[in-house]
């Protein structure tokens, strides 16, 4: 990184159900809006802006942001699975960090339909066909079922096979998340659970994956504006949130050996290992986690993707509460995917507002104590992990 990218501001709307939110292009002005009066900006300080969205045709990113103004600037598509919103806000800070620009937007959008995802592309071979066909060899008992259930359930019946642990600790992380979300207004679902009701709620998945252990899909927007140091002094921007450091991953040759590592723990370690060495820091100074706890078994292998524990060892993590208020990380006190729900093109943009709250110190009732050190990890299967750091300056 040539030089430190600063968030100037944030904003988001809170998620909505399929058929209970507004056309995406008014969702978007809304969240854009709410970043720009959070950075106090006009809209004609943005000097490019990058669209993060996978369910729509191309330029739909501008068909949204016309509505917020017409101002000829550069607008980018992104589409790249899940970490579409990341890949957005990965984009926006490289063009920063570089020089290229001093004020970048970064939003992302979607109208979800209900049910599990699906290709709307059925005429040509997918993106994932691949990786099934690898699933069937490594993972031969696994049960058939959608594709996203298939990949991250036979994962985690591969951690519970691999390290013995309590499969229990999937539904531990449910109650964890419902605890958190309690305390977030922008929460679609705000009513703890018990690890009892986790567990006897309907299989999904056989034979440990239930629906209390998915997040639902949803609807909504959030966005992101990063500028220059020299910027936010030029414009007298409260830009004490600054990226120290970021990286993106994709698939290796030998990625793919076991569940775990076809659903991206592979490429999280190695985009988490280059932004700590871009931060000069571990994860022993991080304080808030934002993670892609799109299922449960997901946050589970991710604890040691990201080295907050070693391998077999998250079982250990999450009873002993290090993964809660009061121990040695906090993860997901949005209430993550689980509870806000995942409207794809704009999870990774939310999970960013989320954690600039807290180094703001403005995260009300969730609050983080004494929050410094913030990291943030989104995944897309096919595939791309991001992760960032993020220091409160």
């Known amino acids: 990184m040539m030089k430190h990218a600063k968030i100037a501001g944030v904003g988001m709307i809170k998620f909505a159900k399929p058929g209970q939110h507004l056309p995406y292009k008014q969702m978007v002005k809304h969240a854009v809006e709410a970043a720009l009066s959070d950075a106090n900006l006009p809209y004609s300080s943005i000097q490019q802006a990058y669209a993060s969205y996978i369910y729509g045709d191309s330029t739909s990113g501008q068909n949204a942001l016309y509505q917020v103004g017409m101002t000829g600037i550069p607008v980018i598509n992104v589409n790249n699975n899940c970490s579409s919103g990341s890949t957005a806000l990965f984009l926006a800070r490289q063009a920063v ?6 004020c970048v937007l970064a939003f992302g959008f979607e109208e979800m339909q209900p049910g599990a995802l699906g290709s709307h592309w059925s005429d040509r071979e997918s993106p994932f066909d691949p990786m099934l066909k690898q699933l069937e060899i490594i ?3 696994a049960p058939e079922g959608p594709l996203a259930l298939r ?3 036979s994962a985690g019946t591969c951690y519970i096979d691999t390290y013995g642990a ?3 600790i999937f539904a531990k ?3 964890k998340t419902r605890q958190h979300a309690v305390l977030n207004p922008l929460s679609l679902f705000s009513h703890e659970l018990s690890v009892e009701e986790v567990m006897a709620a309907p299989q999904i998945y056989a ?3 239930t629906r209390l252990m998915a997040c639902p899909p949803t609807c909504g927007a959030a ?5 220059s140091d020299a910027f936010a002094k030029r414009h007298g921007i409260r830009a004490n949130v600054d990226i120290i450091g970021q990286a993106m991953a994709t698939d290796v040759a030998d990625s793919w050996q076991n569940p775990m590592d076809l659903i991206g723990a592979k490429m999280t370690q190695k985009a988490a290992n280059e932004a700590y060495e871009q931060a000069g820091i571990g994860i022993d100074r991080v304080d808030v986690i934002e993670l892609h706890d799109c299922f449960t078994p997901n946050e589970v292998i991710t604890y040691e993707a990201l080295g907050m524990c070693g391998a077999g060892e998250a079982e250990r993590l999450i009873n002993d509460g290090d993964n809660t208020y009061g121990g040695r990380f906090v993860v997901n006190p949005s209430g993550g995917l689980m509870s806000k729900g995942h409207p794809i093109g704009a999870t990774g943009l939310a999970q960013c507002a989320e954690l600039v709250w807290h180094l703001r110190g403005a995260a009300g009732n969730r609050q983080v104590e004494n929050a410094n050190v913030a990291l ?3 995944l897309g299967l096919g595939g791309a992990a991001v992760v960032t750091l993020y220091k409160a300056s």
Do not use: K, R, T
């Open 223 to 227: 966005a992101v504006i990063v500028c």
């Open 151 to 153: 990949m991250f359930g």
């Open 97 to 102: 960090a570089s020089g290229a620009a001093e």
């Open 139 to 141: 993972a031969p008992q």
């Open 166 to 168: 309590n499969p229990d």
């Open 376 to 378: 943030q990890h989104n």
């Open 207 to 209: 034979p440990y994956l």
């Open 173 to 175: 992380v449910a109650v």
